[in-house]
């Protein structure tokens, strides 16, 4: 099945997710009480529901993201993990995820990935977003592949002249 992204909020990182999503085939529905006031993408569902004022019990294959501010951030994911997602990504700083993690009781917190995303260095919000999309992908994908650049697993691979050429042919090339 495929996977589909539950997103609270509506904030820049929020909406960055939402177009990435969107343009990677993903189901997207967009839940906070101020999404009317933002433009989103034609094929993004959207809902003025707030999710701690009233859960819903979520789709199979759901990854629920928690982008609202740090409002209600431990009701959120609760009640996410509580109502079926399978993973939830919360938006947090390492001190705030843990005291967010702290607070929640119960099972499930083995399947909060906090902070969310993989670690690509990006501070602005499309970067946070692009690795928040990169970490749900790997995730509904089954963890296949490795969380490593692809520029290091390359330089293991190819033996290099002191040019920094590869040695032997590439693929694609004629001899």
Do not use: K
């Not at 009640?79 to 499930?108: H, Q």
Request: with cysteine; proline share 5%; glycine share 10%.
């Amino acid at each position: 099945m495929q996977a589909r992204i539950l997103v609270l909020g509506s904030g820049e990182i929020a909406r960055c997710l939402a177009r990435l999503a969107v343009d990677a085939g993903l189901a997207v529905t967009v839940s906070e009480a101020d999404v009317a006031e933002h433009d989103w993408p034609a094929a993004v569902e959207t809902t003025a529901r707030v999710f701690t004022d009233a859960p819903w019990r979520l789709p199979e294959a759901t990854h629920a993201v928690v982008a609202r501010g740090h409002v209600g951030d431990p009701e959120s994911v609760a009640g996410l993990l509580e109502n079926g997602a399978e993973r939830v990504y919360l938006i947090a700083s390492a001190r705030r995820a843990e005291n967010v993690l702290a607070g929640i009781e119960g099972a499930g917190p083995e399947r909060v990935s906090a902070p969310a995303g993989i670690d690509i260095g990006g501070q602005a919000s499309g970067a946070i977003a692009v690795s928040i999309l990169a970490e749900i992908l790997w995730r509904a994908g089954g963890e296949a592949g490795r969380l490593r650049p692809a520029v290091e697993l390359r330089a293991e691979r190819l033996s290099r002249s002191r040019s920094g050429q590869r040695h032997d042919h590439c693929p694609g090339q004629r001899r």
